[in-house]
């Protein structure tokens, strides 16, 4: 299986500031018709996940432009460029290339 | 409005079974792919099946595969995980998703269902 691995797995960020979350994968993530199907996902607390961004960096409908998503290869990342209250909670990303999909860790990012 | 309501979590002994359901409403459930994904208690999030709108083609993670079956009943529009020879492993809160990866249509995720297996 892929192994999925974030870092850091604790994010305590200042409200205004910016937040990174990296991820790597132990295997490339490329299709043969050249698409990357790595997702990332937000958790908030008591809610259910929910999709940010697809194929690397394609932000889904009604998230924020100050989520993006970047990366190829093994080597991803998910930015906020300034963060606020309701980014509270835990992102995980998810690769969909191979079977079976699987997930990071979790990164929980908190208010400092 | 888009609905996935989960239902049939509860406790159950270690080698026991349980039947998962998704009722779907809001969206046409016949035309999509759906996934069943659990988040454990230390909140990691494992998938671990996926069907395909006909219900033809399946996908099983292998900690589940040999023990858990999905399947839906498209006229009820209910998606559904039957869970046999259950572990303390699998307790966690089952998740019943649309499908989340070859689209960039929007996802949508039932609220849950917890899943306890202890004696």
């Known amino acids: 299986d892929v192994v999925m691995t974030q870092s850091p797995l604790s994010l305590p960020v200042t409200l205004g500031q910016p937040a990174s979350i990296s991820c790597r994968s132990s295997?490339?993530?490329?299709?043969?018709?050249?698409?990357?199907?790595l997702n990332w996902f937000q958790q908030r607390p008591g809610q259910s996940p929910r999709r940010l961004i697809n194929?690397?960096?394609k932000r889904d409908s009604g998230v924020p432009d100050r989520f993006s998503g970047s990366g190829s290869g093994t080597y991803f990342t998910l930015k906020i460029t300034r963060v606020e209250a309701e980014d509270v909670g835990l992102y995980f990303c998810?690769?969909?290339?191979?079977?079976?999909?699987?997930f990071g860790q979790g990164t929980k990012l908190e208010i400092k | 409005e888009v609905r996935l309501v989960e239902s049939g979590g509860g406790l159950v002994q270690p080698g026991g079974s349980l039947r998962l359901s998704c009722a779907a409403s809001?969206?046409?459930?016949?035309?999509?792919?759906m996934h069943w994904v659990r988040q454990d208690p230390g909140k990691g999030l494992v998938w671990l099946t996926r069907?395909?709108?006909?219900?033809?083609?399946?996908k099983y993670a292998d900690i589940v595969k040999g023990r858990f079956s999905i399947f839906r009943d498209n006229g009820r529009n209910t998606l559904y995980l039957q869970m046999d020879s259950l572990r303390a492993e699998d307790t966690a809160v089952y998740y019943c998703?649309?499908?989340?990866?070859?689209?960039?249509?929007?996802?949508?995720w039932g609220q849950g269902a917890l899943v306890t297996v202890s004696s």
């Open positions: 998703a649309r499908e989340f990866n070859l689209t960039p249509k929007e996802d949508y």
């Open positions: 809001g969206f046409t459930f016949s035309s999509e792919w």
């Open positions: 069907i395909s709108p006909d219900g033809s083609d399946t």
């Open positions: 295997q490339g993530l490329v299709t043969s018709d050249g698409t990357i199907y």
């Open positions: 194929k690397v960096s």
């Open positions: 998810m690769q969909g290339t191979h079977w079976p999909y699987t």
